[in-house]
């Protein structure tokens, strides 16, 4: 009786082994979410704007705020530790790459012909 107690425990222990780093990677954007005071540029330029990201229903969610108002984003992803979206400015949309390093977001973005470092800090 003994060793299938101890058998049912191994397995029972294994069975947590393998599914807690699962729910770690569905988790592991949570350092993420808030509001992002964001710089994009390019050519010497640059462009201000905030990142929004929330969890709505297990899942991550954005938007981006600029003096033009707020806008949802499209093809919102995060994986590897990196988190990648497509961001609609004037009728464009933008492939934007982040990654959170120490207590910034920092990456790159590209479109229309363009591309540029993108930077924020979390407040």
């Known amino acids: ?8 425990s191994l397995l029972a222990l294994c069975l947590m082994a393998c599914i807690a780093p699962l729910a770690g ?4 954007y949570k350092p993420l979410l808030g509001k992002w005071s964001m710089t994009s540029e390019a050519n010497g330029d640059s ?8 969890e709505a ?5 954005a938007s ?8 949802p984003v499209k093809e ?3 994986s590897g530790g990196i988190l990648k979206f497509k961001a609609p400015y004037e009728d464009n949309d933008y ?3 982040l990654k959170l390093v120490a207590d910034k977001l920092e990456g790159t973005w590209s479109g229309n012909g363009d591309s540029g470092k993108t930077t924020g800090t979390k407040g």
Not at 1 to 8: D, G, H, S
Not at 25 to 28: G, H, I, R, T, Y
Not at 57 to 61: P, V
């Open 1 to 8: 009786m003994t060793e299938i107690m101890n058998r049912r």
């Open 25 to 28: 990677l569905a988790q592991d």
């Open 47 to 54: 462009l201000n704007w905030t990142l929004i990201l929330k």
């Open 57 to 61: 229903d297990g899942k991550l969610s």
């Open 64 to 71: 981006l705020a600029s003096e033009q108002g707020e806008m």
């Open 76 to 78: 919102v992803s995060y």
């Open 95 to 97: 492939d934007v790459e």
